[in-house]
């Protein structure tokens, strides 16, 4: 299995900071990552699907790059509706994994 | 409109086995390059896929639950139902459901049902 890792699991900031969030895969995915917010007591919410393209509806202050095994999810000003936990899935091979996830959390 | 809900029994005994069922509208699983998956949350813990069915029938399941899952689909009904049999209170999850379009990621998802696992 292609194993994903989110450092760090809590990511501490205030708002209109600019929020870098990393994901590791063991193997090279190529650019078949997507992001996820999720909020306590709902559904996942995907932000970014292809490494880098914007889900329609997401707000552009979200943006996605990184190919290959090192990728990173960027909030350009961080939101009070931003302060959720953040989840990357590779979906270049099964089964799909998800990483252990980021939470940002108010500094 | 996309929407998707779970629906089954919120408490299951252990070694039994659980049914859920995705019902969704606005979309067809016999549309090219679209998928519905299962996933799932143990509480306080990270998500795991599960399983996927395809437009075309071709199916993944996750090794990880040893073969203990089964994907039915009924396109008349707009449905698709899963099975995860001799269940386990390891298995106590929130199980969701969503659409997912090949190339990109599940971008459609129900609100999940809780399952507990439980004698």
């Known amino acids: 299995d292609i194993q994903m890792t989110q450092p760090p699991s809590t990511l501490s900031a205030s708002v209109g900071d600019r929020v870098t969030i990393t994901c590791r895969a063991s193997q090279s995915i190529s650019s078949w990552l997507a992001w996820y917010q999720q909020k306590p007591g709902k559904a996942p919410k995907i932000l970014i699907y292809?490494?880098?393209s914007l889900q329609s509806g997401v707000p552009s202050r979200f943006s996605g790059s990184g190919s290959g095994t090192e990728f990173t999810l960027t909030i350009s000003s961080l939101q009070p509706d931003d302060f959720a936990t953040y989840y990357c899935q590779q979906y270049s091979d099964y089964p799909w994994t998800f990483g252990q996830g980021t939470k940002v959390e108010i500094k | 409109q996309i929407t998707l809900k779970e629906s089954g029994p919120t408490l299951v005994e252990p070694t039994q086995t659980l049914t859920l069922t995705c019902t969704f509208s606005?979309?067809?699983?016999?549309?090219?390059?679209?998928?519905v998956g299962w996933v799932r949350q143990p509480p306080g813990r990270a998500l795991e896929w599960l399983a996927v069915?395809?437009?075309?029938?071709?199916?993944h399941h996750n090794p990880s639950v040893n073969g203990r899952l089964t994907i039915l689909r009924d396109t008349s009904k707009n449905q698709v139902v899963l099975e995860m049999t001799n269940m386990d209170p390891a298995d106590t999850a929130t199980y969701y459901c969503?659409?997912?379009?090949?190339?990109?990621?599940?971008?459609?998802w129900g609100q999940g049902i809780l399952v507990t696992v439980s004698s």
């Open positions: 969503a659409r997912r379009l090949v190339w990109q990621g599940m971008d459609y």
């Open positions: 292809k490494a880098s």
């Open positions: 606005g979309f067809s699983l016999t549309t090219n390059s679209v998928g």
């Open positions: 069915t395809h437009w075309n029938g071709v199916e």
